[in-house]
Nanobody, 134 residues
Framework: QLQLVQSGGGLVESGGSLTLSCAAV????????IGWFRQAPGKEREGVSC????????DYVDSVKGRFTIFRDNAKNSVYLRMNGLNTEDTGVYYC???????????????????????????WGQGTQVTVST
Protein backbone atom coordinates (compact mmCIF):
# COMPACT_ATOMS: atom_id res chain seq x y z
CA GLN A 1 0.00 0.00 0.00
CA LEU A 2 1.44 3.34 -1.06
CA GLN A 3 1.64 5.77 1.81
CA LEU A 4 3.21 9.18 2.32
CA VAL A 5 3.83 10.23 5.91
CA GLN A 6 4.41 13.92 6.54
CA SER A 7 5.99 15.75 9.45
CA GLY A 8 7.64 19.04 10.29
CA GLY A 9 4.92 21.66 10.31
CA GLY A 10 4.31 24.11 13.12
CA LEU A 11 4.15 27.71 14.21
CA VAL A 12 6.93 30.08 13.26
CA GLU A 13 7.43 33.82 13.31
CA SER A 14 7.64 35.81 10.13
CA GLY A 15 11.12 35.52 8.68
CA GLY A 16 11.66 32.12 10.25
CA SER A 17 12.31 28.73 8.72
CA LEU A 18 10.77 25.27 8.71
CA THR A 19 11.58 22.02 6.98
CA LEU A 20 8.77 19.70 5.99
CA SER A 21 9.35 15.98 5.52
CA CYS A 22 7.50 13.45 3.42
CA ALA A 23 8.48 9.80 3.82
CA ALA A 24 7.37 7.16 1.36
CA VAL A 25 6.19 3.91 2.92
CA UNK A 26 5.60 0.76 0.93
CA UNK A 27 7.18 1.96 -2.31
CA UNK A 28 10.35 3.55 -3.65
CA UNK A 29 10.30 7.20 -4.61
CA UNK A 30 12.65 6.61 -7.54
CA UNK A 31 11.20 7.82 -10.83
CA UNK A 32 8.14 9.36 -9.20
CA UNK A 33 7.22 12.95 -9.85
CA ILE A 34 6.95 14.68 -6.49
CA GLY A 35 5.01 17.79 -5.65
CA TRP A 36 4.50 19.98 -2.64
CA PHE A 37 1.18 21.78 -2.40
CA ARG A 38 -0.46 24.09 0.09
CA GLN A 39 -3.94 25.27 0.87
CA ALA A 40 -4.58 28.48 2.76
CA PRO A 41 -7.88 29.06 4.56
CA GLY A 42 -10.59 29.95 2.07
CA LYS A 43 -8.32 29.46 -0.93
CA GLU A 44 -7.78 26.84 -3.58
CA ARG A 45 -4.97 24.36 -3.16
CA GLU A 46 -1.89 25.46 -5.08
CA GLY A 47 1.31 23.85 -6.20
CA VAL A 48 4.45 25.13 -4.51
CA SER A 49 7.36 23.03 -5.69
CA CYS A 50 8.08 19.84 -7.55
CA UNK A 51 10.79 17.38 -8.53
CA UNK A 52 10.83 15.98 -12.02
CA UNK A 53 10.72 12.20 -11.83
CA UNK A 54 12.74 11.81 -15.00
CA UNK A 55 15.77 14.04 -14.35
CA UNK A 56 15.26 15.13 -10.74
CA UNK A 57 15.15 18.80 -11.64
CA UNK A 58 13.35 21.08 -9.16
CA ASP A 59 10.86 23.79 -9.91
CA TYR A 60 9.08 26.40 -7.82
CA VAL A 61 6.09 28.64 -8.06
CA ASP A 62 7.19 32.27 -8.39
CA SER A 63 6.03 33.26 -4.91
CA VAL A 64 8.52 30.92 -3.20
CA LYS A 65 11.50 31.07 -5.55
CA GLY A 66 14.67 31.89 -3.67
CA ARG A 67 13.08 31.00 -0.33
CA PHE A 68 12.02 27.35 -0.61
CA THR A 69 14.16 24.36 -1.55
CA ILE A 70 12.90 20.91 -2.44
CA PHE A 71 15.30 18.01 -2.04
CA ARG A 72 15.27 14.28 -1.50
CA ASP A 73 17.21 11.77 0.54
CA ASN A 74 17.23 8.47 -1.31
CA ALA A 75 18.65 6.61 1.68
CA LYS A 76 15.62 7.68 3.72
CA ASN A 77 13.21 7.38 0.80
CA SER A 78 11.99 10.85 1.66
CA VAL A 79 11.53 14.25 0.14
CA TYR A 80 11.79 17.55 1.97
CA LEU A 81 10.75 21.16 1.59
CA ARG A 82 13.07 23.63 3.26
CA MET A 83 11.27 26.95 3.75
CA ASN A 84 13.21 30.09 4.61
CA GLY A 85 12.04 33.66 4.93
CA LEU A 86 8.51 32.62 5.78
CA ASN A 87 5.78 35.22 5.77
CA THR A 88 2.10 35.18 6.67
CA GLU A 89 1.15 34.44 3.06
CA ASP A 90 2.84 31.05 3.46
CA THR A 91 0.35 29.95 6.12
CA GLY A 92 -1.64 26.90 5.18
CA VAL A 93 -1.82 23.13 5.17
CA TYR A 94 1.05 21.67 3.18
CA TYR A 95 0.77 18.39 1.33
CA CYS A 96 3.22 16.24 -0.55
CA UNK A 97 2.05 14.10 -3.42
CA UNK A 98 3.60 11.75 -5.95
CA UNK A 99 2.61 10.53 -9.34
CA UNK A 100 4.14 8.47 -12.12
CA UNK A 101 3.84 11.54 -14.29
CA UNK A 102 2.22 9.94 -17.32
CA UNK A 103 0.92 12.88 -19.31
CA UNK A 104 1.94 15.36 -16.64
CA UNK A 105 4.03 17.26 -19.17
CA UNK A 106 0.79 18.34 -20.87
CA UNK A 107 -0.02 20.57 -17.91
CA UNK A 108 1.71 23.83 -17.07
CA UNK A 109 3.54 23.41 -13.77
CA UNK A 110 1.60 24.81 -10.83
CA UNK A 111 -1.41 25.66 -13.00
CA UNK A 112 -4.92 24.53 -12.08
CA UNK A 113 -4.89 21.52 -14.40
CA UNK A 114 -1.50 20.47 -13.01
CA UNK A 115 -2.97 20.43 -9.52
CA UNK A 116 -6.03 18.52 -10.77
CA UNK A 117 -3.70 15.97 -12.36
CA UNK A 118 -2.27 15.17 -8.97
CA UNK A 119 -5.77 15.10 -7.50
CA UNK A 120 -6.76 12.46 -10.01
CA UNK A 121 -3.62 10.39 -10.39
CA UNK A 122 -1.47 11.15 -7.39
CA UNK A 123 -0.95 9.69 -3.96
CA TRP A 124 -1.11 12.22 -1.15
CA GLY A 125 0.32 12.72 2.29
CA GLN A 126 -1.94 13.56 5.20
CA GLY A 127 -1.01 17.23 5.27
CA THR A 128 0.75 19.30 7.89
CA GLN A 129 -0.14 22.75 9.19
CA VAL A 130 2.26 25.65 8.77
CA THR A 131 1.34 28.86 10.56
CA VAL A 132 3.42 32.00 10.21
CA SER A 133 2.78 34.73 12.75
CA THR A 134 3.66 38.41 12.47
Amino acid sequence: QLQLVQSGGGLVESGGSLTLSCAAVGFNLDNYYIGWFRQAPGKEREGVSCLNGSDGSPDYVDSVKGRFTIFRDNAKNSVYLRMNGLNTEDTGVYYCAVSLGLGLELHSPFGPSWVRYYDEYGHWGQGTQVTVST
